[in-house]
């Protein structure tokens, strides 16, 4: 999509000028923050490619997302930490970083759009939306901001703890992300709750992987020497 859908264009009809998409990125990681964006537009903005973040590679989600914030009205991120994600379940979690979002918006919207079918605000009007992202042009616009600085975040993190691999797998449950963990157990910017649960699935890979080091390590000699 390229502009405003019938949809936005609904409500601009109703009287809502100010539209304010938003979805968020990374609630199925163990690692990382849950990352909301909210974008504002005004109806005559055009921008060719944007759709479903999820559909885009890397480079196309960082050149939109340029672009996205060039000629939004207002766009804000919001997010919420690992242990607000186990404090409050990421279902909560997603909803606070979205009303972060919200609030960090330079201008006040009139109306949310908001990806997927769980959403509660005390104040403003909204509407939740199924596939929001492939179906609305600010919600997938949102979608784009968010993916793009989650992924920035978990650069950021994989620098900080390299042993784990953030970047490749921006700390999804991948064969590596999960062998890392059975390694070195999880490190701060570990979800605990995901990981408990991820880890339990994989706790007889995990015993195999530590008794083979225990193996090797009796093999080369690992409990050190006595002097004669």
Known sequence: MNGFSTREFDLIARGMYAIAGVDEAGRGPLAGPVIAAAVIFDPSVRIDGVGDSKTLTAPQREHLAARIMGAARSWAIGAASPREIDERNILQASILAMHRAIEALSVAPDFLLVDGN???????????????????????????????????????????????????????????????????????????????????????????????????????????????
């Open 118 to 228: 769980r959403f509660h605000h005390p104040l403003l009007p909204f509407e939740t939306v199924i596939k929001g992202d492939a179906l609305c042009f600010s919600i997938a616009a949102a979608s784009i901001l968010a993916k793009v600085e989650r992924d920035r975040l978990m650069c950021e993190l994989d620098a900080a703890f390299p042993a784990y691999g953030f970047a490749r797998h921006k700390g999804y449950p991948t064969k590596a992300h999960i062998e890392a963990l059975c390694l070195h157990g999880p490190c701060e910017a570990h979800r605990r709750s995901f990981t408990v649960k991820s880890l339990t699935k994989q706790q007889g890979a995990c015993d195999e992987r530590q008794k083979a080091g225990t193996r090797t390590e009796r093999r080369t000699g690992g409990g050190g020497t006595s002097a004669a």
